[in-house]
């Protein structure tokens, strides 16, 4: 065996919000088919993680910083990585993949680029697939999604070579052993789903129904961040702004921290659609996913149709505990029986054989060009400061350097006024257009 396989691999993972930095390291961890190490790169924007979300989130990296488009791509093209993890929304791909495409010009040498979502895919299916495509993997977190994403890819004569079936790389824990009535019980908020304050209120007010019911039992409202951070997607009514004021039960409790250390002692999850029932249903945790609110694709709970996990609050409180279908399960990836041990291996093996390939890799061939998408794929570039060609536009924040004070302070004060509008002035001119 050559030194050079022994060496742990240098793998880089690009982020834009937190839940994306962790399904990006914790991907990386699992489809590396030897020890690597991790430089994390967190791309300026206004999603970016705060440290203390950095923190709750559980995973490091052997260094980690934040960069601009520009500046990544200025990293990109003087280290020697070996793979890297493109872990952001789907014209962040695109406008990486153009750029890195751009930097790696006639370097057969790159490194394998890997992409692909951090959770359930319930909407813009199409859009989004297409926006990853180009790179070496696009991986499938179940079976129904590589079929799904394949059947994208062929449907426009793409390349649908990439898709790859994995799991989700965050499942684990140990299982739930069952067998008693709910003692702790847990709903998963979501920043974005549902959007309204009235459907929100609602969910609120039922879930200290329940506790009023069922005063034995521990009730938590897990919430994904703090008021004024953001996480990947935006929340313009946090629930602990409509539960100020509200006399909350005795056994109510607003929680934070890891999800999986929230279900270790979680006895029964309820949620609307969050990625949290796959982490329960992977656990065999007794999961609701809620219809109260109906079963739509707004909602993101039309992708549990068939799970067997759905439920509304009134049979909730009554006692009924879902059961979920084990063909539903397995096609999601959920790898309940056991099966999550092997669930990476194909992957491992795909980068082994890209990283061994003779002379190296072809250039990056996105699906998108200025031929295919010649009125789309300009806006998507510039949004991330890059021209058509992928190279930086005159102006780009700059690359190579950390701001100065005087600019930290700015930027924070900007990221401040964005999230005070999504927050509290986006809400009330929505009520006036509704008036």
């Given at each position: 065996?050559?030194?050079?396989?022994?060496?742990?691999?240098?793998?880089?993972?690009?982020?834009?919000?937190?839940?994306?930095?962790?399904?990006?390291?914790?991907?990386?961890?699992?489809?590396?088919?030897?020890?690597?190490?991790?430089?994390?790169?967190?791309?300026?924007?206004?999603?970016?993680?705060?440290?203390?979300?950095?923190?709750?989130?559980?995973?490091?990296?052997?260094?980690?910083?934040?960069?601009?488009?520009?500046?990544?791509?200025?990293?990109?093209?003087?280290?020697?990585?070996?793979?890297?993890?493109?872990?952001?929304?789907?014209?962040?791909?695109q406008a990486m993949?153009?750029?890195?495409?751009?930097?790696?010009?006639?370097?057969?040498?790159?490194?394998?680029?890997?992409?692909?979502?951090?959770?359930?895919?319930?909407?813009?299916?199409?859009?989004?697939?297409?926006?990853?495509?180009?790179?070496?993997?696009?991986?499938?977190?179940?079976?129904?999604?590589?079929?799904?994403?394949?059947?994208?890819?062929?449907?426009?004569?793409?390349?649908?070579?990439?898709?790859?079936?994995?799991?989700?790389?965050?499942?684990?824990?140990?299982?739930?052993?069952?067998?008693?009535?709910?003692?702790?019980?847990?709903?998963?908020?979501?920043?974005?789903?549902?959007?309204?304050?009235?459907?929100?209120?609602?969910?609120?007010?039922?879930?200290?129904?329940?506790?009023?019911?069922?005063?034995?039992?521990?009730?938590?409202?897990?919430?994904?961040?703090?008021?004024?951070?953001?996480?990947?997607?935006?929340?313009?009514?946090?629930?602990?702004?409509?539960?100020?004021?509200?006399?909350?039960?005795?056994?109510?409790?607003?929680?934070?921290?890891?999800?999986?250390?929230?279900?270790?002692?979680?006895?029964?999850?309820?949620?609307?659609?969050?990625?949290?029932?796959?982490?329960?249903?992977?656990?065999?945790?007794?999961?609701?996913?809620?219809?109260?609110?109906?079963?739509?694709?707004?909602?993101?709970?039309?992708?549990?149709?068939?799970?067997?996990?759905?439920?509304?609050?009134?049979?909730?409180?009554?006692?009924?505990?879902?059961?979920?279908?084990?063909?539903?399960?397995?096609?999601?990836?959920?790898?309940?029986?056991?099966?999550?041990?092997?669930?990476?291996?194909?992957?491992?093996?795909?980068?082994?054989?890209?990283?061994d390939a003779p002379?190296?890799?072809?250039?990056?061939?996105?699906?998108?060009?200025?031929?295919?998408?010649?009125?789309?794929?300009?806006?998507?570039?510039?949004?991330?400061?890059?021209?058509?060609?992928?190279?930086?536009?005159?102006?780009?924040?700059?690359?190579?350097?950390?701001?100065?004070?005087?600019?930290?302070?700015?930027?924070?004060?900007?990221?401040?006024?964005?999230?005070?509008?999504?927050?509290?002035?986006?809400?009330?001119?929505?009520r006036m257009g509704?008036?």
């Amino acid at each position: 065996m050559p030194a050079s396989a022994k060496k742990p691999l240098r793998v880089a993972v690009l982020a834009d919000s937190d839940t994306r930095w962790k399904w990006g390291t914790l991907t990386a961890k699992r489809v590396a088919p030897r020890d690597i190490r991790l430089d994390g790169y967190l791309l300026r924007g206004r999603a970016t993680p705060t440290p203390r979300q950095l923190g709750e989130v559980g995973v490091r990296a052997d260094s980690l910083r934040e960069v601009t488009a520009a500046g990544f791509l200025r990293a990109m093209r003087e280290e020697p990585y070996d793979v890297l993890v493109l872990a952001l929304v789907g014209g962040g791909v695109q406008a990486m993949l153009h750029g890195l495409g751009r930097v790696w010009e006639d370097r057969p040498d790159r490194p394998v680029v890997v992409t692909g979502y951090v959770g359930v895919v319930y909407e813009k299916l199409t859009d989004g697939l297409l926006l990853r495509h180009g790179a070496d993997l696009v991986l499938a977190n179940s079976r129904q999604d590589a079929e799904r994403f394949r059947a994208v890819y062929e449907g426009v004569g793409a390349d649908a070579g990439a898709v790859t079936e994995v799991a989700l790389p965050f499942l684990g824990g140990e299982p739930h052993t069952g067998g008693h009535e709910p003692r702790t019980v847990v709903f998963a908020a979501q920043p974005s789903v549902p959007e309204t304050r009235t459907d929100r209120t609602y969910l609120l007010d039922r879930l200290v129904r329940h506790a009023r019911l069922h005063p034995e039992r521990e009730v938590l409202l897990k919430l994904r961040s703090r008021p004024g951070e953001h996480t990947t997607h935006i929340e313009e009514l946090p629930y602990q702004k409509l539960a100020r004021g509200l006399d909350l039960p005795a056994n109510l409790r607003l929680v934070y921290g890891h999800m999986g250390e929230v279900l270790d002692r979680t006895d029964l999850l309820v949620t609307v659609s969050s990625t949290a029932a796959l982490e329960a249903l992977h656990r065999r945790v007794p999961t609701a996913v809620l219809t109260d609110l109906g079963v739509r694709e707004a909602l993101g709970n039309h992708h549990f149709t068939g799970s067997g996990c759905l439920a509304s609050w009134d049979q909730l409180d009554a006692g009924h505990r879902p059961v979920p279908d084990p063909r539903w399960l397995t096609r999601q990836g959920v790898a309940a029986d056991g099966s999550y041990a092997t669930a990476f291996d194909a992957a491992r093996a795909r980068i082994a054989g890209l990283l061994d390939a003779p002379g190296g890799l072809p250039p990056l061939a996105p699906y998108y060009t200025p031929v295919t998408a010649p009125g789309y794929l300009p806006g998507v570039l510039a949004r991330h400061h890059l021209a058509p060609d992928g190279t930086p536009l005159p102006g780009a924040p700059a690359a190579g350097r950390e701001p100065g004070p005087v600019r930290r302070i700015v930027r924070r004060t900007a990221r401040g006024a964005y999230r005070h509008g999504v927050q509290r002035v986006a809400p009330v001119i929505r009520r006036m257009g509704e008036l």
